[in-house]
């Protein structure tokens, strides 16, 4: 009789948070990523942490995220030090993640999602 198999815990998801020379700040998830709720703490605080008593506009890689947890969605929906929140993705996936999080949570500053990381740079520099 074969035993079940256990789930295997979450492995963290690392991520990169750059503050760019232009004063934006730029959060890239990996390849194939699955966003839990301690992965969006760890990034969040880390912005914080990064902007100190400054608020910045953040731009959001989430091209090829596989998805994103209810958990990790909730920490995304708290206010931070990001000031103006850009999405950027390419595939339909991406699109579908970030209309369900736009769609069902309050960001908590003005969020939005494009295909073209020109438009999204143009959109934050609007602020």
Do not use: Y
Not at 68 to 88: D, E, H, M, T, Y
Request: aromatic share 8%; with cysteine; net charge negative.
């Amino acid at each position: 009789m074969d035993n079940p198999t256990a789930p295997q815990d979450h492995q963290q998801v690392m991520f990169q948070l750059d503050l760019e020379e232009s004063g934006i700040l730029r959060l890239t998830w990996p390849r194939g990523a699955r966003i839990k709720e301690a992965d969006a703490q760890r990034a969040m605080d880390r912005v914080n942490e990064l902007c100190g008593t400054e608020r910045h506009p953040m731009i959001v890689d989430m091209a090829t995220t596989d998805d994103v947890s209810r958990g990790a969605r909730s920490v995304f929906a708290k206010p931070c030090q990001a000031n103006r929140i850009a999405l950027w993705g390419s595939s339909p996936v991406d699109r579908v993640i970030a209309n369900f999080f736009l769609g069902i949570m309050k960001p908590p500053c003005p969020t939005k999602f494009f295909t073209s990381e020109t438009e999204a740079l143009e959109w934050l520099g609007q602020s």
